[in-house]
C-alpha cells in the first residue's frame, strides 16, 4: 500500500520512517530540494533520537518536491504541516490553507483520496476545508499525534492511543488498519467525528497542564511549610482515581503544545460562549509556581554558590527552548544575582548567547 505524507520535517519524517519501517511505501513531500536531496541520498542528520539510523535503514521511503508526484502516488495523504501560534493565541493555518488551494487548483480527483489532517488546529478546520475539498473526491479526517520531543519515533510506535476523527466510516477503517499494522503495542483507538477529534486532542493536553499545575501548587504549598512536596504527591498519587503520572514536583509545564495548546482551548471555548476558566487558571498558576520557585531558591541559596543545570531545554532529549520554564527560572535565579553554569548542546549554547548575552557561563556537551 502506498502513503503519501505532505510535510517531513522532525514529525512528518518520523512518522513517514515509522511507517515505512511497517511495509508501507511512502513518499514525502518537502519544498526544500537540498533537504529531499540528503534525504534521498541518506546524508541528513538529524538532532531527534533514532532517526539518523531510521533513515539509513529505510528501503520503503522516497522524498520528493513535485506535489503532483505525491498526490498520485498514493489514495491516502497524510498531512503534517507546521501551524505555529498566532499572537492572539490561535493556530496559524496558512501552510495547510496553501496546500488545499494546490488542490483546488488541480480540480478533481478521479479516485477518492483520504486527506488526513494530523497537525494541530482550532477546533472547527477540518469542516471549513472539507466544503472545499468534499465536492473534489477527498474526505478529510483528522489524525493527530501525541509525540514528545526526543522519543518521537518510539511515541509513534508505540502510543497509549489513537485518535481518528473519520470522515467516513471507510476512512476511518483505512487509517484503523493502518495503525493496527504499524504500531506494535496494540494502543486503544477512538474514533469520532473530526470535530470531536480536534476538541479532543486540546482538551486531553489541557487536562494535563491542570494536573501538572495542581501538583506545582501543591508542592509550593508544602515547600512553604517545610516539608518534602515529594512525600505528598507521592501520597497523593497512590490513589487509582489520580495515579502518579504528571504528578510530580517540578519546574511546570512548557515546550511547544502544553502551553499553546491551553491557550487555543480557552479561545475556542469563549468563541462559542463558554468560558474555560480551568485553563486560564493552570496558565496563572503554572506562572505563579514559576515566581515561587525563583524567590525561594534566592531565598535558601548562596548567590556566591554557582549553580549548575545540565540542561535548559523543555527537555533533556531535546533541542527545543520553547517555552521552557527550566530556562525560565534559570534566567530568574540569575537576574536574582546567582552564578548560573548552562552545560547545553553547541547549538543551543550559541542560541541563548544570542538571547541573553553574558548572563550565564557554559559548557558545551555532546
Not at 11 to 34: A, H, I, M, P, Q
Not at 214 to 234: C, E, F, H, Q, R
Not at 271 to 286: G, K, P, T, W
Amino acid at each position: 500500500m502506498n502513503l503519501s505524507v505532505f510535510g517531513i520535517g522532525k514529525l512528518g519524517l518520523c512518522f513517514s520512517l515509522t511507517l515505512s519501517k511497517s511495509g508501507y511505501r511512502v513518499c514525502g513531500l518537502d519544498v526544500n530540494e537540498d533537504y529531499v536531496a540528503s534525504l534521498n541520498d541518506k546524508s541528513f542528520k538529524s538532532s531527534e533520537a533514532g532517526v539518523t539510523e531510521a533513515l539509513l535503514e529505510s528501503f520503503n521511503f522516497r522524498a520528493t518536491t513535485d506535489l503532483d508526484y505525491a498526490l498520485n502516488f498514493a489514495d491516502t495523504l497524510f498531512v503534517i504541516v507546521a501551524t505555529p501560534s498566532l499572537p492572539n493565541g490561535r493556530y496559524d493555518h496558512s501552510q495547510v490553507d496553501a496546500l488545499v488551494d494546490s488542490l483546488v487548483e488541480r480540480g478533481a480527483v478521479e479516485h477518492t483520496k483520504n486527506f488526513v489532517v494530523c497537525c494541530t488546529v482550532m477546533p472547527g478546520y477540518c469542516d471549513k476545508i472539507k466544503k472545499k475539498l468534499n465536492p473534489l473526491n477527498y474526505v478529510v479526517s483528522y489524525n493527530p499525534e501525541f509525540i514528545a520531543q526526543g522519543t518521537i519515533l518510539r511515541d509513534q510506535a508505540e502510543p497509549d492511543m489513537v485518535l481518528i476523527g473519520e470522515g467516513n466510516e471507510r476512512a476511518g477503517n483505512i487509517l484503523e488498519n493502518i495503525y493496527n499494522r504499524h504500531t506494535s503495542n496494540k494502543p486503544r483507538i477512538c474514533r469520532m467525528s473530526p470535530l470531536e477529534a480536534e476538541i479532543t486532542k486540546l482538551s486531553l493536553n489541557c487536562f494535563l497542564t491542570t494536573k501538572i499545575a495542581y501538583a506545582s501548587m501543591i508542592g509550593d504549598i508544602v515547600t512553604a511549610v517545610g516539608g518534602d512536596p515529594k512525600t505528598v504527591l507521592n501520597a497523593i498519587g497512590q490513589d487509582s482515581r489520580i495515579g502518579n503520572k504528571y504528578l510530580g514536583y517540578g519546574y511546570g509545564y512548557g515546550g511547544p503544545c502544553f502551553p499553546r495548546d491551553n491557550r487555543a482551548l480557552a479561545i475556542f471555548a469563549k468563541d462559542n460562549d463558554v468560558e474555560a476558566l480551568i485553563s486560564l487558571a493552570s496558565d496563572q498558576s503554572n506562572a505563579d509556581h514559576l515566581v515561587f520557585q525563583i524567590k525561594n531558591f534566592l531565598l535558601t541559596h548562596d548567590l556566591e554558590e554557582e549553580v549548575e543545570f545540565d540542561f535548559v531545554t523543555y527537555k533533556k532529549e531535546s533541542t527545543l527552548l520553547t517555552e521552557s520554564q527550566q530556562l525560565a527560572f534559570a534566567v530568574g535565579i540569575a537576574r536574582g544575582g546567582c552564578k548560573v553554569k548552562i552545560k547545553e548542546r553547541k547549538e543551543v549554547i550559541e542560541e541563548l548567547k544570542k538571547r541573553y548575552d553574558d548572563l550565564f557561563t557554559y559548557e558545551e556537551r555532546k
